[in-house]
């Protein structure tokens, strides 16, 4: 599980270096009023965080929940072993 969400973030942070390369105008632009490397020195990591919450809530709701109500399903119908 731990697995899944480190591999997202991964590919987030590598998304974000992905636009960093082909996207992103020079360090000295002004952007909103400031240099742009001053303006995603804090958007940046601001960002990555929300999408990674976001993510892991993703597999949170499709896939650890669906799981845990089978596996739960599964072990309530298996009937105890006569001793």
């Known amino acids: ?43 940046e990591p601001a960002m990555l965080l929300l999408i990674c919450i976001a993510w892991g809530a993703l597999l949170a709701i499709f896939v650890e929940h669906p799981a845990n109500a089978a596996l739960r399903r599964m072990f309530a119908q298996r009937k105890p072993a006569n001793a």
């Open 1 to 43: 599980w731990s697995y899944a969400i480190y591999m997202g973030q991964t590919f987030w942070l590598q998304l974000i270096r992905y636009f960093e390369q082909h996207f992103y105008p020079p360090p000295d632009t002004i952007v909103l009023g400031c240099r742009w490397v001053v303006l995603t020195w804090w958007l």
